[in-house]
């Protein structure tokens, strides 16, 4: 059973980035999906989380605006557009997958390995 995350990479300000984590090993279709984030020295954090029919998501605060999530369920995967990104949307960005819907990490079930942003200003 594996999340596997890709995309990341290093972006100027206001530059733009898709982010994808597809699925293997069984099918989470009907789970929640979400992206967490961490920066050197802080927590991770809640970015945005989808829910299985992709009909209800939930951003941050912080990206609100800028970075949209979406998923294709006959390809298990999960996507996240980030627009307009900062120097502070520098992280290390996780997948992960969850049975009910929730912003908190300790909900997830499922993770992936993470894959590096860097903007730069």
């Known amino acids: 059973v594996q999340l596997q995350a890709s995309g990341g990479g290093l972006v100027q300000a206001g530059g733009s980035l898709r982010l994808s984590c597809a699925a293997s090993?069984?099918?989470?279709?009907?789970?929640?999906r979400g992206w967490f984030r961490q920066a050197p020295g802080k927590e991770r954090e809640f970015v945005a989380a989808?829910?299985?029919?992709?009909?209800?998501?939930y951003y941050a605060d912080s990206v609100k605006g800028r970075f949209t999530i979406s998923r294709d369920n006959t390809k298990d995967t999960v996507y996240l557009q980030m627009n307009s990104l900062k120097p502070e949307d520098t992280a290390i960005y996780y997948c992960?997958?969850?049975?009910?819907?929730?912003?908190?990490?300790?909900?997830?079930?499922?993770w992936g390995q993470g894959t590096e942003v860097t903007v730069s200003s």
């Open positions: 090993g069984r099918t989470f279709s009907r789970y929640v």
């Open positions: 992960a997958a969850a049975f009910a819907a929730t912003t908190q990490a300790k909900g997830y079930d499922y």
């Open positions: 989808i829910s299985g029919s992709g009909s209800n998501t």
